[in-house]
């Protein structure tokens, strides 16, 4: 326990950033787990990676996963990038199935190792909103003293249910807790969770889903606040209009309203999404990141101020 509040206490001392290093030109999601060593395990999404001492995007390819590993020391937060391949790169996580991609959709630690949820999402089309969820797996990553794409990747199914998809991951107790994300009409979520076993996750067995509010958001980051929980996500829509919150004294509710934490600004051409606290980097301020995209790929691919997590320090 008090090896966790020291790891705690040095990621606090600093803040994170994500700047472009080692070919890697950007990615979105930016969940975040902190493992049993002190060192922070990040999971992005769709990944941009260049050729050697590339500036721009165009001609990149594109992953759909990548990860990163951040420490924090008296000089600050540093964080290196991790895929897989060398000359041709791949994603960090693969589903070994033409047409399907892992998106990294939440994680948590328990012992040595940490687990990610990994949704499910096959290609239907060219365009870059052409796919469709279908179910999710977990991973369970075992860091080792070696190179991080050398680590121990073991996958089970998490839900072969296509109507749900993973927006979050959370510990309590004995359980691991999943907020589960049903799209309705007009683009709406609702949030659900559901539990497993942490003695059975390498065959985890989901429990019933149970509603618990609406409008929510197909990403979130669930964390304790005080006695109770809270939630963070960007709010509903695309574009989104800023990051709120929910608290609840218990996992299962009952829930607050929405609260405001920050609006989103996009410039013109832009929008912004992916909202989530970070709390291993301290709780006064708050630490959340968030996502910025374009509407068209050719801007994406020119911009290069877009597209990687942006921190926001939120001052209760």
Known sequence: MWLAALAVAAQAACVPDFPYKGDWLGGDAAYSVLLADGRSLWLFGDTFIGAPGAEGRAGAAMIANSVGLSTCSAQGFSIDYVWRGSTAPRAFFETGEPGVRYWPMGAFAHGADAYVALSRIRTTGP???????EGADLARVTPSAGPPAEWRVRYSTLSADARWSVSGAVVEGRYAYFFLNEGGAGGRHRVHLS????????????????????????????????????????REGLPSPGVVERRAPRLSGPWSAEETLFDHHPRKGAFC??????????????????????????????????????VRLVSE
């Not at 365009?127 to 969820?133: E, I, N, Y």
């Open 127 to 133: 365009g870059p909103f052409d796919f469709r969820a």
């Open 195 to 234: 539990r497993a076993r942490l003695s059975g996750l390498d065959r985890p067995a989901l429990s019933e889903p149970r509603a618990l509010f609406e409008p929510g958001s197909s990403e979130l980051s669930a964390s304790r606040r005080g006695e109770g929980w809270s939630v963070v996500y960007s």
């Open 273 to 310: 999404y992916a909202g989530k606290e970070h709390p291993q980097f301290g709780a006064k301020p708050r630490v959340v990141t968030y996502a910025c995209n374009a509407w068209k790929f050719e801007d994406l691919a020119r911009d290069m101020t877009l597209y990687r997590p942006e």
